[in-house]
């Protein structure tokens, strides 16, 4: 198995390299042998899909059976590892996760390439450039990072998968987050390609606005995968704590975003073609930066690889990259001129610049916090890094702005909105926001008494999570107010419900309405995330019969207990857990040490999760001089939104991808019809004259 691999990624590097090379001869030669020759590159294109799928394969079988025999299984793997974490082991380590980069990119080939008659010249031209960075990953993982090395000397069992990768949610997240990451490699590659070929039109804005809706959903679904997973599986009580690997992550997301807004303003009005080329180059280059942050070893992460000599390949891309960009941008400069201006501020392609303006400053103010410790390292010679409190002095302020621009674009009309307008649209939601806003403060009045001291001294954080409930508020407000008022036109218009009428007015424009419920998603987690400002946590030893008081909670130790199988020993707690003096459920935070690990620790919290409020309770293990067990407890309310939001973000998405329905005709009373037809034909009807 291990030389079939081999040999399949040599033969898929010859294949993507062919594509590569043979596509720009027939770019350059554009007759009759050109075109066979651009065939003859696409296929070679899709046949490298088949090469790397049997070399992943290959290493995928060396795990089920283990074959210790290869270095890369035997680091990542062991006998008693369960079979869904042996096939995670293909994306677990350095090697492995840049093989699997090369199936994944090789699969979106393949289907980019199939569909080659949506536009066969620009779609070769697409082509090109995605074999080129097909070329480079293969290059990787044939002379760099080789995921066949065998090893010098037998051995009888792996080291085992990183305890903290041998969760559910492990088998996902990384795929998920993959599929993001590489799909941004499309819409970079339709982006250059259209503008090497001075693209007439927006057709390329067309297709690749689809490509890129999907690496958004799929970089969504991964991210909120690793943030359930750090605040399930890490036990620090958290799900984001500004790591950065998670920045790298976010970056090109924040990117995405903003091209997925300002790409309509190219489409309606032919504004913001420079604009949108960039976003599309900068999201591409963020991928690379994340995966080159990722296994560098350049910054420290428990989400990171090993550090290894790989950033310097990284380095090399993103240098090539950006020249080739910049020559092209260059060269191609006038095929971009804008076809509109900004008419008026008070406008939605006003508030979709801005948003534009905000999401980048976001990204800048991230890499440049996240890269920091590294520019120090270089000019002082050691690190100096940022905790969270230093991020969320920038990005909090950002976000609540962001949300703001949700709750009014949709109330903005194209070109120019009167004040009439403004005024009619917005008192409504903004109305019913302030009064959410003010109940709030009064029920914080009446929970706590009305001190004038301390509200002369309120804490940020908790003005900021009230601003975040009144703007969330605005949005959803905001979003309903769309739909319902849509809706009562197509219920008067097909003499139906309301929910019919909506349903209707959703399917007459399903990328519109699909981002209104990701604007809804996207307020619940905000509700969800202000809901920080509000946690306590409480620790201290417990042994039987032991209490601990935290919020509206008492908890009880009851039983202390070790286990012991093949994968791991444990130590766990048995506690009673009441709420307010009424017994709620037992709990059984756990300690695990995995063997082949070398005993390295993993937590399993135990969480009483609520709309309202998340319970979450760590068994730290036992204090060495007293040895007495520790327990952590935190109250962390409104967590379960930010996944309920997450949700709702997805499904909005994958309502925005599906198509528009067919217009629906208004079924007419049957004497108005007969009306219109005698009016048509010049012909009075009876009455008329009355």
């Known amino acids: 198995m291990p030389l079939l691999g081999s040999f399949c990624l040599l033969f898929a590097l010859a294949l993507a390299l062919y594509s590569f090379v043979v596509g720009i001869i027939a770019a350059v030669r554009k007759d009759t042998a050109g075109y066979r020759l651009a065939e003859t590159a696409r296929r070679a294109g899709m ?42 082991a293909l994306w677990s380590g350095q090697e492995g996760s840049i093989l699997f980069w090369c199936l994944l990119l090789s699969a979106y080939g393949f289907v980019l390439r199939l569909r080659h008659k949506v536009d066969q010249r620009l779609v070769a031209m697409a082509s090109v450039v995605l074999a080129g960075i097909q070329v480079f990953f293969l290059v990787l993982v044939n002379f760099v990072t080789n995921p066949f090395g065998i090893m010098n000397r037998a051995v009888a069992d792996g080291n085992g998968l990183n305890p903290l990768l041998q969760y559910p949610e492990m088998v996902i997240h990384p795929p998920m987050l993959y599929l993001g990451y590489v799909g941004v490699s499309v819409p970079f590659a339709f982006g250059l390609a259209a503008l090497i070929m001075r693209y007439p039109g927006e057709k390329w804005i067309h297709i690749t606005r689809r490509w890129t809706m999907v690496a958004w959903l799929f970089l969504t679904c991964g991210i909120a995968l690793g943030a359930h997973w750090a605040y399930a599986v890490l036990g620090w009580g958290g799900y984001w704590g500004w790591d950065p690997v998670e920045n790298a992550s976010l970056l090109p997301w924040l990117s995405t975003t903003a091209f997925l807004h300002s790409v309509m303003m190219q489409e309606k009005r032919g504004m913001m073609k420079m604009w949108n080329i960039w976003l599309v180059f900068i999201t591409f280059m963020l991928s690379i930066l994340g995966t080159m942050l990722t296994r560098a070893g350049l910054v420290s992460s428990v989400h990171a690889f090993a550090q290894s000599s790989i950033g310097s390949w990284f380095m090399g891309m993103l240098l090539v990259v950006f020249v080739v960009c910049l020559t092209f941008f260059i060269r191609n400069y006038d095929h971009l001129r804008s076809e509109n201006q900004l008419e008026s501020l008070v406008s939605r392609e006003s508030s979709f610049l801005f948003n534009n303006l905000v999401l980048l400053a976001a990204v800048f103010a991230i890499l440049t916090i996240t890269l920091f410790p590294i520019f120090s390292e270089w000019v002082e010679g050691h690190k100096i890094a940022f905790g969270p409190a230093f991020y969320n002095t920038f990005t909090i302020p950002i976000a609540l702005f962001l949300v703001f621009l949700m709750g009014i674009g949709p109330l903005l009309a194209w070109r120019s909105t009167s004040f009439g307008s403004i005024k009619r649209n917005f008192k409504v939601p903004a109305g019913i926001a302030l009064l959410l806003g ?47 008022r849509g809706g009562i036109v197509w219920k008067n218009k097909l003499q139906t419900n309301l929910l019919a009428g909506m349903f209707q007015l959703m399917r007459r424009n399903m990328r519109r309405y699909g981002g209104y419920v990701v604007h809804f998603g996207i307020a619940l987690l905000i509700i969800g995330v202000a809901g920080q400002a509000f946690n306590q946590d409480k620790e201290q030893e417990m042994g039987n019969g032991d209490k601990l008081a935290i919020g509206h909670y008492l908890l009880v130790g009851q039983e202390y207990t070790q286990d012991d199988n093949a994968n791991y020993r444990s130590e766990a707690a048995l506690l009673n857990v009441y709420k307010d003096g009424v017994f709620l459920e037992r709990m059984n935070p756990e300690l695990r040490f995995y063997k082949a690990s070398g005993g390295q620790p993993d937590h399993k919290v135990a969480n009483h999760s609520t709309l309202r409020e998340d319970l979450y309770v760590i068994y730290e293990g036992k204090n060495p001089e007293t040895g007495h067990p520790i327990i952590k407890a935190f109250v962390n309310p409104l967590v379960n939104w930010v996944w309920i939001g997450v949700l709702v973000v997805l499904f909005g998405t994958g309502l925005a991808l599906v198509p528009n329905a067919a217009p629906v005709t208004a079924q007419v009373p049957q004497t108005v019809a007969v009306v219109a037809t005698m009016e048509k034909q010049g012909m009075q009807p009876a009455g008329a004259g009355k």
Do not use: C, Q
Not at 452 to 465: Q, V
């Open 438 to 484: 003010v109940g709030r403060i009064l029920k914080m009045v009446l929970e706590n008494g009305f001190h004038i001291s301390s509200w002369l001294h309120i804490d940020l954080a908790r003005l900021y999570a009230w601003l975040a409930f009144v703007l969330s508020a605005f949005v959803i407000t905001t979003v309903s107010s769309e739909f319902i």
């Open 47 to 88: 046949a490298s899909f088949v090469a790397v799928f049997l070399a992943a394969g290959a290493l995928v079988y060396a795990a089920m059976t283990n074959d210790f025999s290869v270095a890369y299984i035997m680091h990542h793997s062991n006998i008693a590892l369960p079979t869904a974490y042996k096939f995670a």
